[in-house]
């Protein structure tokens, strides 16, 4: 059985843990903070619980690593266990700089290692059915997607409303068009914290011409965690705050009646919700992980596709900041 070692427990580390303790071996818990270590050894009995991180990287039977230790701190603790040869799982995102991400995707390639990033939204059942919908090309051409992931939330003062909330959903335009973008442009303001962004809008362009959006935002009256992609022939939203239609797929679409000499109208059918699994994105996103460290599935793309997301990520804040 594969051996995990979990590396901080703050709120998304236990988690990660609860769900190795389930899947694998969780063989050990980490975290700087005595108190955490305490509480999380009492309730994972069977890991040894240490505060120092050379100290489960020398345990020779450990395969693997989960980096959810806070975002400064990813890139020099995914690197020490990429060099001790472990796999690693490192929480979003892997690093701040793209030469950073860069650095660890050649470690992982050169030792033969896997490096995932914690996309969990890749793993969410509703977007797996976009996928399925993009690709399978029901939706027509696709021509648009836009991202909408606002909320009087959680306001952070280290990462800005892009590397906070932005990354899941760049991970996943860029997962449903493949594509790495050819233009990526950022607006946004710091009205609480000097340096960190409460509102972005972001634009992106693509080689194919589709174009993409983002609305991120801590500063909003609405709650929303919606993905729209809008297809020539159809049009899909998947809403992670519905309980139950989690995706609706829209027969709607543009079209050009012969008989009205070329003039656009617009055509409306039918309204319907596919049934999406109830399954556990993190837990499935665990299996996914598993599955790569047992030599199954393409480790090498998902690392480089981790690699685009940060790319991306840097251009959009490089765009911000100009
Ligand atoms: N995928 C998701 O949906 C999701 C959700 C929440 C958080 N996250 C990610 O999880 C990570 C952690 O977020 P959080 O909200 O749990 O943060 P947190 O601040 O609550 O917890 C981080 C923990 O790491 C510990 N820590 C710090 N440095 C350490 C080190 N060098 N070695 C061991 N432990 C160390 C801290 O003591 C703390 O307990 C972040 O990268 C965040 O982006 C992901």
Request: charged residues 30%; contains cysteine.
């Amino acid at each position: 059985m594969t051996r995990v070692a979990v590396a901080g427990l703050g709120h998304w580390g236990p988690n990660l843990a609860r769900n190795f303790a389930d899947l694998a071996e969780l063989a050990w818990i980490c975290d700087v903070d005595e108190g955490k270590r305490a509480e999380y050894a009492e309730r994972f009995p069977g890991a040894r619980a240490t505060g120092d991180f050379d100290e489960l990287l020398g345990d020779e039977s450990l395969d693997a690593v989960v980096v959810a230790t806070p975002v400064p701190t990813h890139h020099e603790l995914a690197k020490r266990a990429l060099e001790a040869g472990k796999h690693v799982l490192v929480e979003k995102p892997p690093a701040m700089h793209a030469a950073e991400m860069d650095e660890l995707v050649a470690l992982a390639e050169e030792r033969g290692r896997v490096l995932m990033p914690g996309h969990l939204l890749l793993y969410h059942p509703g977007v797996r059915k976009l996928k399925e919908l993009v690709d399978g090309g029901g939706l027509g051409e696709v021509l648009c997607v836009y991202g909408n992931r606002q909320n009087l939330g959680i306001i952070r003062s280290n990462e800005n409303a892009l590397w906070s909330l932005g990354v899941h959903d760049l991970s996943v335009i860029l997962y449903l068009l493949e594509e790495e973008p050819s233009e990526a442009v950022a607006y946004g303001r710091d009205f609480l914290n000097e340096g960190v962004e409460d509102v972005v809008f972001c634009y992106l362009r693509f080689p194919s011409g589709k174009i993409a959006h983002m609305h991120l935002s801590w500063l909003d009256p609405h709650k929303m965690r919606r993905m729209t992609v809008v297809g020539t022939e159809k049009m899909v939203v998947f809403d992670d705050m519905e309980l139950e239609r989690k995706v609706t797929i829209y027969e709607k679409g543009p079209w050009k009646p012969v008989e009205r000499y070329g003039e656009w109208q617009t055509r409306t059918g039918d309204i319907h919700s596919p049934r999406i699994p109830n399954d556990e994105p993190l837990k499935l996103e665990c299996q996914a992980f598993l599955e790569l460290v047992g030599g199954n599935g393409d480790a090498a793309r998902v690392a480089r596709d981790g690699a685009l997301v940060v790319r991306t990520l840097e251009r959009l804040t490089d765009s911000l900041r100009g």
